[in-house]
């Protein structure tokens, strides 16, 4: 059974901090990594996708993967109140899985 | 980005009854569709992954009776939720995908089962 976990928080964290976002995978042949944001109620969008070893930069957000480890990350320079929400981290294989979600607060 | 457009978004429905929810690709085809349900303050879990013109696989524990699933054209796929029960109420989304390289997400339909 492939499976994705993540810390389910609440992580909260002050406007204008950096907010670490963390999740380890078990497939270690996995090859695609999506990291989404969810509102409630609300269907998930995608934020990121990584597929290399390393950093991957867009805007105020980058994941970083570790194939080594399986482990994903993603950080999130400057938060803001709006990116108050649940991250949900997903692998790719015939499907996405999906971890249980980090819901991140941030206070203004 | 791809569209995929999910309806109903919402639907009430009397106990016993059966409701079909439609996950249409709008501008891309998609040859493989899946079907997540999320139950609140829980993650996306697969129930099950169509592809174009042949049955769905179902994901372990997840009726395949009471959950039907269609795919019957490269930008449909429709999943009825056959004689409804209180338990059957979940949020649920469609996604599909273009050959595994992104998954585009229908904006999912709230089940209440009164």
């Known amino acids: 059974q492939k499976e994705v976990e993540q810390n389910s928080g609440p992580l909260s964290v002050p406007e204008g901090a950096i907010a670490s976002l963390n999740c380890t995978y078990s497939?270690?042949?996995?090859?695609?990594f999506f990291w989404y944001r969810q509102y409630s109620g609300k269907s998930p969008e995608l934020i990121m996708s990584?597929?290399?070893?390393g950093d991957k930069e867009d805007g105020r957000f980058t994941a970083q993967l570790n194939k080594a480890s399986q482990y994903v990350s993603l950080l999130i320079r400057d938060s803001q109140p709006s990116d108050s929400a649940t991250y949900l981290c997903?692998?790719?294989?015939?499907?996405?899985?999906f971890g249980k979600g980090t819901t991140l607060s941030v206070s203004s | 980005g791809a569209v995929v457009s999910q309806h109903p978004s919402r639907v009430i429905c009397k106990s016993g009854t059966s409701v079909k929810i439609e996950c249409r690709s709008l501008?891309?085809?998609?040859?493989?569709m899946f079907w997540y349900r999320q139950f609140p303050k829980k993650s996306l879990m697969l129930m099950a992954t169509?592809?174009?013109?042949?049955?769905?696989?179902?994901e372990q524990g997840v009726e395949k009776d009471k959950f039907l699933i269609n795919h019957a054209s490269l930008t449909l796929s429709t999943l009825t939720v056959t004689s409804a029960h209180p338990e059957d109420s979940s949020f649920y989304i469609c996604?599909?995908?273009?050959?595994?390289?992104?998954?585009?997400f229908g904006q999912g339909t709230r089940l209440t089962v009164v």
């Open positions: 996604s599909a995908s273009d050959r595994g390289s992104f998954f585009f």
């Open positions: 497939d270690r042949g996995s090859q695609s």
């Open positions: 990584i597929y290399s070893n």
């Open positions: 997903a692998v790719a294989g015939t499907a996405l899985i």
């Open positions: 501008d891309f085809q998609a040859t493989t």
């Open positions: 169509s592809n174009e013109g042949s049955k769905a696989t179902y």
